[in-house]
């Protein structure tokens, strides 16, 4: 498989260092005189081609004709948008992945621009932050359909509003399955009559609003004020 | 009508100027306030403080009743990416993106939009008034690549027919024949007189012949 990264921030390098480890034909197009500099020191010389990635003849140039997938992860969204476009029209590559860096320009990144996937960083960081403010001990252990679920792992605390209902009986939102109880550390693989104990650890997987509704069936009874302070 | 402006440079601030004084509504879109110092101090017109890009910048400056819009910033892709989604989004009737970085034209008209690019048009204008001083453009289409030429016969073409002078040339047709204040379509076998008005219609490399091959029977 060969991809085209267009732009070679901290994205577009990391990218290019993981595609080479798993043994993908990766070019790197880039045309900032002090971000090649860096380039050359991180990744292999010939990963790393200068010229400025949104002219076709530069396209042309590193074999645009011969990719599998374009990477458009510059700083600025009108290129990355640009290079979709081009990328699919002009040279028939299969398959287009954008970086969106200002969350107001995400409504353009689809089939207009022949965007096969957007990827909006701020946006899924801001949503993660959210996640981990608002769901307290429970932890993510990976996203799954680019964060619409996750797999989320979490204790039950003493006191839990949880403890000792039957999950059929629990009330758990719609999304949400809860796939494993570790207890002890024996895992098991619950039913609708099994039900929770204090220090369990259990696995779910949910949707956003699924895990909102568990962290609160897992929550203590009461929030424990911070630092002795009441805030005012 | 009422007309969207997307970049306040120097091409957009002229431009805004031009559309108001010929009595059409504007509103111009600059995502830098000091653009706006660029307008010209008798413009009337709005002028809103925003990302091009910005849908909800778009439809403030009411881009679904526009007639039309033109995107003028000095980044080739801003202007394709907002004229593509104005025209395909929106439907704007008409949609014009200035072309900045002449290598870049071609990724404008990847998105098969009209465009004009004052770099290459400028520098064009200014080689063919160094280079080509006799010869005066008159018509310009497109952007530059077929121009209409005026052309002074010299004495020592007098008498020989226009098929004689334009024959092995191969990018440059005649389109009218001036003389004593008349003109007419000329024919392969129209006899030139010395003083005779001759519009071509030619590409740069053509015209860049004629010149030479007028000259060249002079100096013969």
């Known amino acids: 498989m060969f991809v085209l990264i267009a732009g070679g921030g901290r994205t577009g390098t990391r990218l290019a260092n993981l595609l080479l480890a798993q043994n993908y034909k990766v070019r790197l197009v880039e045309h900032r005189r002090d971000v090649l500099t860096r380039l050359h020191q991180e990744l292999p010389t010939e990963v790393v081609y200068e010229g400025n990635s949104v002219d076709p003849s530069v396209l042309e140039a590193v074999g645009i004709r011969e990719a599998h997938a374009m990477a458009a992860v510059t700083s600025e969204d009108s290129t ?7 990328s699919k029209n002009i040279f028939e590559v299969p398959r287009t992945i954008a970086r ?18 957007a990827l909006n960083s701020a946006d899924v960081l801001a949503h993660l932050i959210q996640e981990e403010m608002s769901l307290g001990d429970m932890m993510t252990i990976f996203k799954i359909r680019r964060g619409h679920y996750s797999v989320v792992e979490e204790k039950v605390p003493a006191g839990a509003k949880a403890i000792g209902i039957p999950l059929k009986d629990m009330g758990l ?12 550390g024996v895992m098991t693989l619950p039913r609708g009559d099994s039900s929770l104990q204090e220090n369990d650890e259990i696995i779910a997987v949910a949707s956003p609003e699924g895990a909102q509704r568990l962290a609160e069936l897992l929550a203590f009874p009461v929030y424990p004020v911070r630092n002795g302070k009441k805030r005012e | ?34 653009s706006f110092n660029r307008l010209h101090p008798d413009f009337r017109g709005r002028t809103l403080e925003g990302e091009g890009l910005a849908e909800s910048v778009l439809e403030r400056a009411g881009i679904q009743e526009a007639d039309g819009l033109a995107a003028v910033t000095n980044s080739d892709t801003l202007n394709a990416v907002v004229a593509h989604a104005a025209r395909i989004i929106y439907n704007v009737p008409t949609v014009v993106a200035r072309n900045y970085d002449p290598n870049l034209r071609v990724v404008i008209e990847a998105f098969g939009l009209q465009t004009v690019g004052s770099t290459y048009w400028g520098a064009q204008r200014v080689e063919e008034l160094l280079t080509n001083p006799s010869q005066k453009m008159v018509f310009s289409a497109g952007n530059g690549e077929v121009e209409v030429y005026e052309t002074l016969i ?19 047709y005649p389109v009218a024949l001036s003389r ?18 001759l519009n071509v219609s030619s590409t740069f490399e053509g015209i860049g012949a004629l010149t030479i091959r007028l000259a060249g029977k002079a100096e013969a």
């Open chain 1, 173 to 184: 939102a719609e999304y949400c399955v809860i796939a494993a109880i570790i207890r002890d």
């Open chain 1, 80 to 86: 990355n948008l640009a290079l979709c476009f081009v």
């Open chain 2, 1 to 34: 009508m009422n007309y969207i402006i997307v970049g306040c440079g120097r091409v957009g601030a002229e431009l805004c100027y031009r559309l108001f004084k010929s009595g059409h509504t504007v509103v111009v879109v600059d995502s830098r306030r000091e």
């Open chain 1, 100 to 117: 969106v860096n200002n969350p107001v320009n995400a409504w353009l990144f689809n089939d207009k621009f022949k965007v096969d996937v």
């Open chain 2, 180 to 197: 004593a204040g008349r003109s007419s379509l000329p024919e392969a076998d129209t006899k030139l007189q010395t003083g005779d008005l």
């Open chain 2, 154 to 172: 010299p004495e020592a073409w007098n008498g020989s027919t226009l098929g004689d002078l334009l024959k092995p040339l191969t990018q440059c």
